[in-house]
Nanobody, 122 residues
Framework: QVQLVESGGGLVQAGGSLRLSCAASGSGIFSINAMGWYRQAPGKQRELVAT???????NYVDSVKDRFTISRDYAKNTVYLQMTRLKPEDTAVYYC???????????????WGQGTLVTVSS
């Protein structure tokens, strides 16, 4: 089995910064094709924030471009989201997602983390 564990959420004032981390753990992870972050604000649908593939390509939703940076540590099977110049509208539960996971015990299409709350006060 593969589990994703997120950390780094919390309360921050507008204009501040936070760094989210998501580590994939499990028996014998060989590779993960893509890892990314999604968020869901109260009363809204979950939306893509940023993704990073194993080929090095990244993708961001327009609202976070130039403020958020996604990065991966392949040795640690971890993805990070550095968030700067945070705005109240960034308030949401942030979820980590891993896609195309190959392990010693089999392959998995996708896995989701449990979510971490980010609250930006004005």
């Amino acid at each position: 089995q593969v589990q994703l564990v997120e950390s780094g959420g919390g309360l921050v004032q507008a204009g501040g910064s936070l760094r989210l981390s998501c580590a994939a753990s499990g028996s014998g992870i060989f590779s993960i094709n893509a890892m990314g972050w999604y968020r869901q604000a109260p009363g809204k649908q979950r939306e893509l924030v940023a993704t990073a593939t194993s080929r090095g390509s990244t993708n961001y939703v327009d609202s976070v471009k130039d403020r958020f940076t996604i990065s991966r540590d392949y040795a640690k099977n971890t993805v990070y989201l550095q968030m700067t110049r945070l705005k109240p509208e960034d308030t949401a539960v942030y979820y980590c997602k891993a896609e195309g996971i190959v392990t010693r015990g089999g392959s998995f299409v996708e896995r989701w983390g449990q979510g971490t709350l980010v609250t930006v006060s004005s």
